[in-house]
């Protein structure tokens, strides 16, 4: 049965227009994923089960789980099925799809046309409607304005959060009975950020983290529709005793070559971590930033901050310019670092190198200096995510002043350069295999921000300077020295 909702699957996937999908946010679950994630749930015997499928779609998800039921596997005296689903143009598929289960198994279900949000929030208000047993959910991946109707409703039920994934997976949280086990794939976003922190609270309050699961690369989940997202598929229990938890990896939806490690939950979320961070170990090791004990400043404790390149191009096109002229200062894009250098001005960069001096845009310039810069934005599957790179000051000419494109984190003192040394340290300890790895763990995001740099660990500002004695000695040091030097830090 599994197979012909698959087909349909494959089919619409194939039909629908992509503006429509991004219109929606909605993409459709393949059937390995689908049996995956049932699989997670926990067999309980001999008693009723209320199914929740919000962004139902097709029906991929309940048909997985209903082929556990089938075979007996998960086994229930009775299955009720709410399934949500506002794209009208899928109720006959998804009719067909529970038409065709219903003669191998006795079920009731429902297939509700309205808006999950809305109807979650009046369900939550009024207390009306029986608790769900069980839950699974592929929902929208959609931001929702601060000022939208959606937003303002789900602030009356207390959740704060800025993407119609996590606000399904809230109230879906929400609507469980005691008990509950709910699976979700989901973009793996939420695991850290500022803008994630509410949400991660509302999630690690209510509930406990049973099993996660990463896929290795980040366009398999769902790769008929195109989409890059680094996902995860999570399984919680509802007022759960949290414990250790199970993490597995894959590189894809064929689950061909299935890892499985169980972690504590202290490798999970730190204890001393305010933001509530998510991590996603995938080996039984502690990362080398982990089991070093001299990592353990912040950017405060060693006088640094980091800031968003302030210079926003699209916004200040007339004060651009191709290449350095009378009145105009460097500006700085990732382009324009080649390696371990920096290539300035660079011809055919397709950007531009240079922007003019004036009242308008001083305020977003910075005196010319030191400087570690880290780049945003990684391509699709890039081994690193953490870029960082020195500006050095030598290699433009007299310029009193600089400019750094928003696609770079600038770390500053005060907004002025750093001394040499600590330039080089830092963008040394930056560079090591171990951070990269470490900042994996915990970012889902397909970018570095600002904040992820300053909410992480860093060796104390003597040790830094130090590495940077030794990397400017060292000329272009490669990785493996760059690794190698860590293991020697002192604190």
Not at 58 to 75: A, K, M, P, Y
Not at 76 to 90: G, M, P, R, S
Request: neutral net charge.
């Amino acid at each position: 049965m599994l197979s012909a909702v698959e087909q349909s699957r494959l089919r619409i996937s194939r039909s629908t227009e992509a503006k429509r999908k991004s219109q929606l946010g909605q993409f459709l679950t393949s059937a390995r994923t689908a049996q995956f994630m049932a699989g997670l749930f926990v067999p309980a015997i001999g008693r009723a089960c209320r199914l929740l499928d919000p962004g139902a779609g097709i029906g991929s998800l309940s048909s997985g789980f209903l082929e556990r039921c089938i075979t007996g596997d998960l086994n229930f005296e009775k299955i009720e099925i709410a399934a949500f689903e506002i794209d009208i143009l899928l109720h006959e598929e998804l009719k067909n799809t529970f038409a065709a289960y219903s003669k191998q198994i006795p079920f009731a279900h429902e297939i509700i046309g309205a808006d999950f949000i809305e109807e979650a929030v009046s369900q939550i208000q009024f207390n009306y409607g029986n608790k769900f047993t069980h839950a699974i959910l592929n929902p929208p991946y959609k931001k929702i304005g601060s000022g939208s109707r959606h937003r303002l409703l789900l602030r009356q039920v207390g959740i704060e959060t800025v993407n119609l994934y996590s606000a399904f997976l809230a109230l879906s949280i929400s609507l469980m009975a005691p008990g509950g086990q709910l699976v979700a794939i989901i973009p793996r976003s939420f695991c850290n950020g500022p803008y994630y922190r509410p949400f991660r609270e509302f999630l690690l309050k209510r509930c406990a983290i049973r099993h996660m699961h990463l896929f290795d690369s980040r366009n398999q989940a769902f790769k008929d529709d195109d989409v890059l997202q680094e996902n995860v598929i999570i399984m919680l229990e509802n007022g759960g005793q949290q414990g250790d938890v199970t993490v597995t990896t894959s590189t894809d939806d064929s689950f061909a070559d299935l890892a499985t490690h169980t972690h504590r939950f202290d490798r999970i979320v730190f204890p001393d971590d305010p933001e509530h961070f998510i991590h996603v170990p995938t080996s039984q090791k502690q990362s080398a930033i982990e089991l070093i004990t001299a990592i353990r400043h912040s950017l405060i404790d060693i006088g640094i901050s980091v800031s968003t390149g302030p210079v926003v191009d699209f916004r200040i096109k007339k004060h651009l310019r191709g290449m350095p002229e009378q009145g105009t200062i460097p500006l700085l894009y990732p382009g324009h670092f080649n390696g371990q250098s920096i290539e300035w001005p660079k011809a055919g960069l397709k950007k531009p190198n240079a922007i003019h001096r004036n009242a308008e845009t001083e305020k977003w310039l910075y005196p010319t200096g030191f400087y570690c810069v880290v780049r945003r934005f990684s391509s699709k599957e890039e081994k690193r995510r953490i870029v960082a790179r020195v500006v050095q000051p030598g290699i433009f000419a007299d310029a009193e002043v600089l400019g750094f494109e928003n696609h770079l984190n600038v770390l500053h003192e005060h907004k002025h350069g750093l001394p040499e040394t600590l330039a080089y340290g830092l963008t040394a300890f930056l560079n090591t295999s171990a951070v990269d790895e470490n900042f994996r763990r915990f970012n889902g995001h397909t970018q570095v921000n600002a904040a992820d740099l300053k909410l992480m660990k860093y060796p104390s500002r003597d040790a830094l300077i130090a590495l940077g004695k030794w990397a400017m000695r060292c000329g272009e040091p490669t990785q493996v020295m760059i690794d190698k030097q860590l293991e020697n830090l002192n604190a």
